[in-house]
């Protein structure tokens, strides 16, 4: 029986899978008379089987850089979530003063040097300056107590403006002040003296402190 000729259709698939997707990269079809005595036949079988394995090589060369790629992705993942998790949240400040000031007077600026929270950093505890470190709605908090015979009035400044003001003396020898005020970054804020005489006390059964949060 002579050899017939053969009719024979191959498709060469290549598929990558990655992340439960599939990235074609050819799909050429081969359509071709094959005979057993076509000398051709065997030349067109070793362009198939070249075809083949550059397909594979390229499959393989692209798997290796998805991995590279994706190994990348994940360490930059994690070092964000260690960044967000590692930053304040907010900003908040509290320090006191850790002895009694002996006689301070007018015009001085109140240190608080025993610091209890700093969220920031914006808070000196050398100059009694707090120094706005993110914009927003912060309510700000400082109280003062006096030595019983004598009298103080204490200030809340905003760089040189005045936004807070209070009395203390025998009567209420320690007294609280609040303020609720709009600030920006790098505005400073300190607690300064208006006038008086005599100690200003912090000790265990009451301390002269100040204290700030940011709202919003």
């Known amino acids: 029986m002579a050899f017939g000729c053969i009719l024979a259709y191959m498709t060469v698939f290549t598929v990558v899978e990655i992340n439960a997707k599939s990235i074609l990269i050819k799909n050429s079809t081969v359509k071709n008379i094959i005979s ?16 083949l394995y550059k397909e594979t090589m390229l499959r393989f060369q692209i798997e290796k850089k998805v991995q590279a790629h994706t190994q990348k992705v994940s360490k930059l993942e994690k070092r964000e979530e260690g960044s967000v998790y590692n930053k304040p949240k907010g900003e908040g400040f509290y320090a006191y003063v850790s002895r009694d000031l002996a006689n301070p007077g007018g015009g001085h600026t109140l240190v608080y040097d025993a610091l209890m929270t700093n969220l920031r950093d914006g808070y000196n505890t050398h100059t009694g300056v707090f120094t706005v470190p993110v914009g927003g709605l912060y309510s700000l908090s400082w109280v ?5 015979s ?3 009035t204490s200030q809340l400044h905003v760089n040189k403006r005045i936004v807070g003001s209070t009395f203390a003396y025998c009567g209420y020898n320690t007294v609280t002040g609040n303020a609720v005020v709009q600030l920006r970054k790098g505005d400073v804020v ?4 208006l006038s008086g005489s005599g100690k200003i006390r912090s000790n265990e059964y009451g301390r002269t402190s100040f204290s700030g949060v940011l709202i919003k």
């Open 144 to 148: 003062t107590r006096v030595q019983c």
């Open 36 to 51: 057993e005595k076509t000398p051709s036949n065997s030349t067109l079988m070793s362009t198939l089987m070249d075809q």
């Open 150 to 152: 004598k009298s103080y």
């Open 190 to 193: 300190f607690v300064r003296t």
